[in-house]
């Protein structure tokens, strides 16, 4: 495996896993509280939805776009996702941790430099990769930040940057 993919997988294994850590064991009306409610960009999105769409957003540039899997991305029921327990949530993210454990060690620096077209933008492997792991941290932020405000302002812990993995 490339050091450069060993690099992102490592990062990614790392947010899906704090994204995991902050579902896990919550009751549903955490999962599903909605700071905001509303529709459209007036509301904010619950737990549940933003872990269904780190994870579909994940498989879909890993795994569709670069990786070449079928099409099989609902990105309206991830924004819908209103679940009953942790279980679908923490599934869903560890299916995805699967494919993309299997799939980005087989990228070559060829795929990595690989243009790639979606929606008539164009763009590399590389910026895919990366574009995962910038999602899944906003996100991340979000989360921590939603769960704080369930949680009358105490947060889930995350830990400090010397104590993730993944260091070079």
Request: charged share 15%; net charge negative; proline share 5%.
């Amino acid at each position: 495996m490339l050091p450069e993919i060993q690099a992102y997988l490592n990062l990614i294994e790392d947010l899906r896993t704090q994204v995991a850590k902050l579902v896990t064991g919550l009751p549903a009306d955490a999962l599903n509280w909605r700071p905001v409610e509303g529709e459209g960009h007036h509301a904010t999105n619950s737990l549940a939805v933003m872990a269904a769409h780190v994870a579909g957003g994940e498989h879909f540039w890993i795994g569709e776009i670069i990786g070449g899997l079928p099409s099989t991305r609902n990105r309206e029921a991830e924004f819908a996702a209103a679940v009953e327990s942790d279980a679908p949530l923490l599934a869903w993210l560890e299916q995805v941790g699967t494919e993309t454990r299997a799939l980005l060690p087989t990228f070559s620096a060829e795929q990595l430099d690989r243009i790639f077209t979606h929606n008539n933008y164009n763009f590399t492997g590389r910026w895919a990769i990366l574009h995962v792991i910038e999602h899944a941290s906003l996100h991340l932020g979000h989360m921590q930040i939603t769960y704080q405000l369930w949680n009358s302002g105490q947060g889930a812990g995350s830990p400090r940057w010397f104590e993730r993995p993944g260091r070079m």
